[in-house]
Structure formats: C-alpha cells, structure tokens
C-alpha cells in the first residue's frame, strides 16, 4: 500500500526534474531571443510573457507529438512551473495580494488561448495563419515581421530535433 505511494512519488519526482530542465532551457532561449536588436516594439513584461508563451508551446507540442510515455505529465509540471513564474513575476512587478490572481488568470486565459490557436495551426502546417496570429499579437516590429518568424521556425524546428535526439 505505502510503496505504491512512494514508487508513485517518485515517478513524480523524475518528471518534475526533467519539465524543471526544460523549463529552464525555455527561460534561456526566451531571454536570449527577447535580447534580439530591434525586434521587438517594447521590451516589457508583456513581450517577454509573449516570446515565453511561444517557446513553451512548442516544447509541449513537441512533446506531444513523439507521444512519449507520461508526455502528460511533463507537460501539466511545465504548465504548473509556469503559472508558479507567473505569480512571482507579477509580485516582483508589484502587484499585491489583492489582485494577484486577477493578473495571472488573465495571463493563464491568454496563455491557453495562444496555445489552442498555434496548436491547431502546427497541425495543419498552417504558417501563414500561424504568422497571420503572430503579428496580430502586435508585439513584433513590423520592418522586422519576417526575419523574426522564420527565426520562431527555425527553433521550433530546432526544438522538434533537440528532443527527438533526448527522447529517442
């Protein structure tokens, strides 16, 4: 009875440090892609949540599409990780208490919104309607739309290999 509980604890454990190296690569490649030259209109919060959300949307899809045993688990620990970053970031942007969970649901609606949008378009190799929700997201400069998109292809394609070659 008890040793179901551990065995189940600690197959938890093993997914949540492996969504935790993910998480933190998504950080990284974010925070290098958000320090890109005239890319971006502002370099705010915002824009950051926007790169960020990206970036996780691919890992997840990714992550679904190799249909990897438990790809579930990983992904709800890389959603949980997030919201978990969201609530700390709004703190440290000085929202208090009172309103915090006002923000991060807001920025949780948005996140699920962005991910059923560019789900559905990777599915159907849709770019140009993927592209089409990108720059109406309005936080890309337009004299540099294209250069940054084939940029966001370019890595989820990178991201795709990366984790065929980890998983695989």
């Given amino acids: 009875m008890f040793s179901s509980y551990f065995k189940l604890k600690k197959d938890k454990d093993k997914y949540k440090d492996k969504a935790q190296d993910i998480y933190k690569r998504i950080l990284t490649l974010s925070s290098n892609f958000n320090n890109l030259e005239n890319y971006f209109k502002k370099k705010d919060f ?30 709800q620990i890389l959603i949980d990780l997030l919201i978990e970053d969201l609530d700390y970031s709004l703190r440290d942007q000085g929202i ?12 949780v609606k948005k996140f699920y919104y962005r991910l059923s949008i560019i789900d559905k378009n990777l599915d159907n190799s849709n770019f140009d309607e993927l592209s089409l929700f990108l720059k ?7 004299d540099h739309l294209d250069e940054v ?20």
Avoid: A, C, H, R
């Fill in 96 to 107: 208090g208490d009172m309103n915090i969970g006002k923000y991060v649901k807001k920025y």
């Fill in 136 to 142: 109406n997201l309005d936080f890309i400069n337009n």
């Fill in 46 to 75: 915002n824009t950051s949540f926007e790169v960020f959300s990206i970036f996780i949307i691919f890992y997840i899809k990714n992550l679904k599409e190799l249909k990897l045993e438990n790809y579930q688990n990983i992904n």
């Fill in 149 to 168: 998109l084939k940029k966001i292809y370019s890595k989820y394609n990178e991201i795709k290999l990366e984790l065929k070659n980890e998983f695989i």
